[in-house]
């Protein structure tokens, strides 16, 4: 083992300096007088994209399997499988020489319209976090890091680089913060990386509280962490925020403002020191895991298949799928040619093998013929021949299956989407080919909803895709002929329209700033809150089976916060083939100090089930499921209290409910002062106990006062109680002053004292 502390003490200020600094655009600084060897890193999240030259950006990388990407990877809801995903990209790395792998991404989906959420998980911070875990677990088990990105409240394109994210402190804890926070927790991943925003209007390259207070010091992260690519804007202060490394490099002058700070006396050196023993841990952890060989691609390959089966949602199906008989297919859409299987930007791989939708489909169809047409063009202009051929494809045929691709013009990392809309030609190539097929399957590839309003009552079935990787193709195919079960759920709502959507008042901000005005009400909190219709809620998909939710329970009707229960209930395929189901939990508080969304996930579980099996699932709740961030306690809080246990097939799908009570053990800091309303006096323990008495006091005195006035005054009409308890303290007493012995503010300052010293 390297005495990593010993090797800081022997290094040169300068050395020091660089190592903090990256040496390429993938690599970090040697020390060769030293023995420090340099860290490879690459992207990520779900495929590596291994520059074969480090100090390239964006030259063309080495071959690696394309996994689908993180939209279709959370749809599966199995953590499992995130976890097998994470050795093969581990496998990889090892082979392609990378120490770490740029991801995941854990950012949630503040709006649809987010350029990079198919790099995202959910809307859903608990769903996000246990994906996180899975694929974190999986690839460091194989002594590959990971860099959980990007830290944090990145959750736009617009202004990526400069925006402010302006965002509640409760927000912020109880949305945007979780999934990084279960991450860091539960995995370690060896790195963060910090993301390009602001947050209310610092840096996160320099936000000391986010960077230092709550993920290195609250959350015990022991890695280092990293800038994304250029994230860095004042390299001394983010060392003071708490960012390790920069990245790219090589950046000599920031190098020589560290060093220059450090002379100055305007960065204390244990600050550098900090920072280096960090990177230099990580930097040997890596050396323990040899590099080089081979990895199996037909192996991955397979697995990319598998995993891309387990996460594509059957959205519509009026019994028309799966395919079966069909002897003449329609093949719609140039994506079934060129298969649209993951997105653009820093997560573009160089894949190993592509397979293509129609080969795959004719593969499965046996005897079937399959003519193509083409569809839609590659480019947004619009070709009424190419619409014109399909119909007369569609109409020769038995059935039409039409594979539509979202453009990656309207989809990638580095801008927004615009509008929730396919193309133009789309629209109208499905409307067309519906009118004359009325058996006309509807294939999605795409990284976030799409509006279907349009034309989804027109066709028998969707089916989403996802970007599905670079195997989907077969996936695809098997899902359509029902060799695949579809099994995927949503992680994330499919809104009506665009103006549904939560954030929409609030995007993409401008003037340098964005506003959360939503607040926690994102996704499908808010689809609740508003109860609004939506196209497919969170967590819904369909199978080709049925099942049935029976005999839910608890392992306790009382608990204490600190124990949490057990939830369980059985689940039985009440159809003829076999299937899995995601059985979901979701926690809804009936009475909170703070306003709550009306549910929210806390459990899950994917159950495998043969037909006419039955499983009992059984999902353990700690306290977090049942607490809430309080942003006056500065800490998560349970209350004491009946909860309900919503156990459904999606989030507007509830097939069980149980009740269980709440024993609120964990003693709160008194954080009574001056303004707090009689209320709040009397929810606190130590200040019921020391007001409590004078309370009944003047709330006689209250109502003999108030009341002779109402009875010459009726339209005074109002319970003087209620609205004395929602005043604080010192306002209500000072209307009382005159029944009062002593001065209200000294009233005040006594109890305040009594309160704050129990
Ligand atoms: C992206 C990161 C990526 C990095 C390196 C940045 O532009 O935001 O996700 O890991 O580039 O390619």
């Known amino acids: 083992m390297t005495d990593i502390q010993a090797l800081v003490s022997q290094m040169t200020l300068a050395e020091k300096a660089a190592l903090c600094t990256g040496a390429s655009a993938w690599t970090t600084t040697p020390v060769e007088r030293l023995g420090v060897p340099e860290l490879l890193v690459s992207d990520g999240p779900h495929g590596l994209r291994r520059q074969a030259d480090v100090h390239a950006l964006g030259a063309e990388s080495l071959p690696a399997t394309c996994f689908p990407t993180a939209s279709c990877l959370a749809s599966s809801w199995d953590v499992d499988l995130l976890r097998t995903l994470g050795v093969a990209l581990a496998e990889e790395a090892i082979a392609l020489n990378v120490d770490v792998v740029l991801g995941p991404g854990v950012n949630m989906k503040r709006s649809p319209l987010g350029g990079r959420n198919f790099e995202y998980f959910s809307e859903d911070p608990f769903l996000a976090g246990e994906m996180a875990v899975g694929l974190i677990?999986?690839?460091?088990?194989?002594?590959?890091?990971?860099?959980?990105?990007?830290?944090?409240?990145?959750?736009?394109?617009?202004?990526?680089?400069?925006?402010?994210?302006?965002?509640?402190?409760r927000v912020l804890r109880e949305i945007y913060l979780p999934a990084f926070e279960a991450a860091v927790t539960r995995s370690q991943p060896w790195t963060v990386m910090c993301s390009y925003n602001k947050l209310n209007g610092t840096f996160a390259s320099e936000h000391y509280t986010l960077l230092t207070e709550i993920l290195k010091k609250e959350w015990g992260f022991k890695g280092f962490i990293v800038s994304d690519w250029g994230a860095v804007r004042n390299r001394v202060a983010a060392?003071?925020?708490?960012?390790?490394?920069?990245?790219?490099?090589?950046?000599?002058?920031?190098?020589s403002a560290v060093v220059a700070a450090v002379r100055a006396g305007e960065l204390d050196e244990a600050v550098l020191d900090e920072s280096v023993r960090r990177i230099l841990s990580v930097v040997f952890k890596a050396q323990e895991t040899p590099k080089g060989g081979t990895f199996d691609v037909d192996a991955h390959h397979d697995l990319a298949r598998r995993i891309a089966g387990e996460g594509m949602v059957l959205l519509k199906n009026d019994g028309l799928l799966p395919l079966k008989g069909q002897q003449h297919i329609a093949v719609i859409g140039r994506s079934a040619e060129a298969a649209h299987f993951q997105g653009g930007g820093s997560s573009h791989i160089n894949p190993t093998r592509v397979d293509v939708p129609f080969k795959e489909l004719q593969a499965r169809a046996g005897d079937a013929e399959l003519t193509y047409a083409e569809g839609y063009p590659a480019d947004n202009s619009f070709k009424q021949a190419l619409i014109d051929q399909a119909v007369v494809v569609a109409q020769a045929a038995d059935v039409a299956v039409l594979y539509i691709a979202l453009p990656s013009f309207k989809e990638s990392e580095g801008y927004d989407r615009t509008d929730l809309d396919l193309t133009d030609q789309q629209i109208a190539l499905i409307k067309a080919v519906s009118k004359v097929q009325p058996k006309t399957v509807v294939v999605l590839n795409n990284g976030a909803p799409v509006a279907m309003s349009a034309w989804i009552d027109d066709v028998s079935a969707v089916l989403e895709a996802w970007m599905m990787g670079q195997a989907g193709a077969g996936a695809l195919s098997d899902v359509l002929f029902g060799r695949i079960n579809p099994s995927g759920k949503l992680a994330e709502t499919f809104p009506l329209k665009l103006a549904d959507t939560p954030a929409i008042g609030n995007w993409p901000g401008g003037a340098g700033s964005v506003r959360y005005g939503e607040g926690l009400y994102i996704g499908y909190r808010y689809y609740d809150l508003k109860e609004m219709p939506v196209l497919f809620p969170f967590g819904y998909g369909l199978s080709y089976t049925t099942f049935a939710y029976n005999n839910a329970r608890v392992s306790t009707a009382t608990f204490k916060d600190v124990d949490g229960l057990t939830v369980s209930v059985d689940v039985t395929n009440t159809g003829a083939v076999f299937g899995k189901e995601v059985v979901q939990v979701y926690v809804h508080d009936r009475v909170a100090g703070l306003d709550r969304p009306h549910k929210e996930l806390k459990g899950f579980a994917k159950v495998a089930l043969e037909p006419g099996e039955t499983k009992t699932v059984s999902i353990k709740l700690n306290t977090r499921a049942f607490a809430f961030y309080h942003p006056e306690y500065k800490q998560w809080i349970t209350e004491a209290g009946e909860f309900e246990i919503l156990i459904g097939a999606s989030a507007a799908d509830i097939r069980q409910t149980v009740t269980a009570t709440l024993e609120a053990t964990r003693e709160l800091p008194c954080v009574l002062d001056v303004e707090s309303t009689l209320r709040e006096w009397l929810a606190d323990p130590r200040g019921r106990a020391v007001f409590g008495p004078f309370y009944a006091q003047i709330g006689a005195q209250a109502s003999a006062m108030f009341g002779a006035a109402q009875a010459s005054e009726p339209g005074l009409g109002m319970d003087m109680m209620d609205m004395l308890n929602d005043m604080p303290m010192f306002s209500a007493l000072l209307f009382m002053q005159p029944m009062l012995d002593r001065p209200a503010e000294d009233i005040v300052a006594d109890m305040l004292k009594q309160a704050h010293s129990r």
């Open 137 to 169: 677990d999986g690839i460091q088990s194989k002594g590959v890091g990971t860099s959980l990105k990007h830290f944090a409240a990145n959750n736009q394109e617009f202004q990526r680089f400069s925006i402010s994210a302006e965002v509640d402190e």
């Open 239 to 255: 060392l003071k925020g708490g960012l390790d490394l920069e990245m790219p490099g090589p950046q000599d002058r920031r190098v």
